[in-house]
């Protein structure tokens, strides 16, 4: 591609990201204490999140970035994307949060030079597929420039075999679009051709007619900038894994894994996984096989330095470094139930049987523990408490039994612990952050770097409750907007009503880790 060409995409895309922001709401797994997490699980010793320097490329608004310099104060926190409008945006919110350590930066990837300095952590999310094939190139250069000798860098791509299903959608709305229209009007014509064909496909084709019905179902839980720069988008290109892994070899990086672990993978069988390795030449080959068995759509890969040496397989003693997050509930029991099993419902929905006392007793204390996360240290503790006599608890028998749960999404490691409230107190707090989104946004950010999608009346009270007010008052002023806007009350409650009603949304600010200490 030549550099008027280049110029000429970047233009495109950047009047298309001017014109619809993506948005820059938080993703949990590009957290530098995450990140270390899943680099101390393979035996690298990544910087500490408390005190880092990390760059996100391709920052949208900021979102992302700002709820970790709020979690992080004595760190430093740079954005660059192409758009000024979105980086106006970053800036603006990061003035009214008072935020002094996160920075934002108007620049295209193939103008980031060395001026910014080395990263202990680097994220790239929604980027690398989106970008025509040099600028692929450029960020792999600059996270291999730019990237501490132990650092981490987090790259999100769409990937095949997945996306060559997901294209012919993609190519029958972009046939049928009209980019002058819109972004709400572009949206619901491609919707509306995708269900008019969906339904017009005969019997016989009935594959087809899933596909169809599938992606569907995908549409209906994103919004419409995602619809915009997924599917409507003129860069959209995936690649299969192993073309992304020898890519970033070839820039002097190494991948290391995945920054979540696939529910599908641990699901293999172990006959398959030894068919696989056997056809395999290196870890590289065995993750494309895998791929091509789960139809992968997507990847959050994690890479370090070439010059690494990582773990080939996760190491379960270094569970006792870090803390620990429930992300699941446990289901009621039923009369149906086996005995001495129990049902865990992870925050996706997957449905997980447990019926070993340590693995019990130990998501129980995570859970009773909620929105905290807990301490190896401590988490061995409570769970030999709760075992008592049964049986013993070592450290290695429960790190092992934890990395399980990890694996399948039970729970999340982290190398730090958020400075969330675990009761009510008389004048609760919430995140500046949320209350800040919540004024313009159904969806806000947690404490623990996940996004709640608040109605109407959660976003009214939220932005209230700044830890001037006591629930009395908080239950005043909801009862007087309530006779000025429409926020699911009516326009004459009963005190009552709204005093239950508060307490109620109080309760899952706090379970939602939405309030400070």
Known sequence: MSAQMAAATSNVLLASYDAVPYGGGAI?????DYL???????????????????????????????????????????GVDLSPKQIATARATAHALGLTNVRFEAVSITDIDDALGTFDYIVSHGVYSWVPRPVQRALLDVVARTLAPNGVAYVSYNTYPGWHGRSIVRDMMLFHDRPDLP?????????????????????????????????????????????VHEELEAENHPVYFSDFAQSAE?????YMCEAYPSVTDVQLSAELREQLRQLSADDIQYEQYLDFVRNRTFRRSLLCRSDRTIARDTVPEALQSMFLRARC?????????????????????TAITMSHPVVRAALHVLIDSRPAAVSFDDLLAETRARVGSVMQVTAELLADAMLR???????????????????????????????????????????????????????????????????????DEMIAMSALHDVGLGTTPERRAVEDTVRAALEQYRLCALLVE
Do not use: W
């Open 250 to 254: 070839a820039a002097g990086l190494r």
């Open 329 to 349: 509930v446990v289901e009621p029991s039923t009369g149906s139930s086996e005995p001495d099993t129990e049902v865990f419902r992870t925050s996706a929905g």
């Open 405 to 475: 749960c990890a694996m399948v999404r039970l729970l999340d490691l982290t190398t730090h612990g958020e400075r969330c409230a675990t009761r009510l107190s008389r004048c609760p707090t919430a995140s500046p952050l949320a209350r800040h989104e919540a004024r313009t946004e159904s969806l806000v950010t947690s404490l623990s770097h996940v996004q709640v999608r608040l109605s109407e009346f959660d976003r009214a009270l939220l932005t209230r409750v700044d830890g001037t007010r006591e629930e009395r008052a908080l239950v």
């Open 28 to 32: 949990v797994a590009t957290r530098p």
């Open 36 to 78: 270390a997490a899943n680099a101390r699980l393979r035996g690298l010793g990544a910087p500490d999140a408390a005190h880092c320097r990390t760059l996100d490329v391709g920052c949208a608004t900021g979102g992302n970035l700002m709820a970790m310099a709020l979690a992080f104060p004595e760190s430093e926190f740079i």
């Open 183 to 227: 972004a709400g009007e572009r949206v619901a014509r491609g919707r509306k051709l995708i269900e008019l064909v969906a339904s017009s496909v005969p019997k016989s084709q009935s594959v087809y007619a899933a596909l169809l019905r599938e992606e569907i179902e995908t549409l209906d839980t994103v919004n419409d900038s995602y619809v």
